[in-house]
Protein backbone atom coordinates (compact mmCIF):
# COMPACT_ATOMS: atom_id res chain seq x y z
CA UNK A 1 0.00 0.00 0.00
CA UNK A 2 1.44 3.72 -0.84
CA UNK A 3 -0.41 7.02 -0.50
CA UNK A 4 1.15 10.37 -1.64
CA UNK A 5 -0.19 12.88 0.92
CA UNK A 6 0.46 16.45 1.43
CA UNK A 7 2.07 18.16 4.93
CA UNK A 8 -1.76 18.81 6.30
CA UNK A 9 -3.29 14.99 5.80
CA UNK A 10 -0.06 13.29 6.39
CA UNK A 11 -1.55 11.99 10.00
CA UNK A 12 -4.38 10.84 8.32
CA UNK A 13 -2.25 9.13 5.86
CA UNK A 14 -0.21 7.26 8.38
CA UNK A 15 -3.60 6.27 10.05
CA UNK A 16 -5.27 4.73 7.27
CA UNK A 17 -1.86 2.69 6.69
CA UNK A 18 -2.13 1.14 10.14
CA UNK A 19 -5.81 0.47 9.81
CA UNK A 20 -5.97 -1.16 6.61
CA UNK A 21 -2.47 -2.76 6.71
CA UNK A 22 -2.26 -3.29 10.67
CA UNK A 23 1.46 -2.81 10.46
CA UNK A 24 3.57 0.09 11.19
CA UNK A 25 3.73 2.80 8.33
CA UNK A 26 7.07 4.12 6.58
CA UNK A 27 6.79 7.51 6.20
CA UNK A 28 9.36 9.09 3.08
CA UNK A 29 9.41 12.38 1.74
CA UNK A 30 8.87 12.80 -2.27
CA UNK A 31 11.84 14.28 -4.29
CA UNK A 32 10.79 17.62 -5.22
CA UNK A 33 11.04 16.28 -8.95
CA UNK A 34 8.65 13.99 -7.99
CA UNK A 35 6.40 16.64 -6.13
CA UNK A 36 5.58 18.11 -8.92
CA UNK A 37 3.44 15.50 -10.77
CA UNK A 38 2.17 14.08 -7.67
CA UNK A 39 -0.87 15.25 -5.66
CA UNK A 40 -2.09 14.36 -2.11
CA UNK A 41 -4.76 11.19 -1.49
CA UNK A 42 -7.37 13.88 0.00
CA UNK A 43 -6.67 16.77 -1.81
CA UNK A 44 -5.32 18.81 -4.74
CA UNK A 45 -2.38 19.75 -2.62
CA UNK A 46 1.30 18.87 -3.72
CA UNK A 47 2.16 15.42 -2.13
CA UNK A 48 5.06 15.77 0.19
CA UNK A 49 5.00 12.29 1.94
CA UNK A 50 4.82 9.07 0.48
CA UNK A 51 3.19 6.19 3.16
CA UNK A 52 4.01 2.92 2.44
CA UNK A 53 4.30 -0.13 4.58
ZN1 LIG B 1 -3.83 16.90 1.42
Given at each position: ?????CQEH?????????????????????????????????C?N????????
Amino acid sequence: MELYCCQEHVEMALDEVVYECETYPVLTQVSEEKQLSTTCEYCRNVAIYLVGN
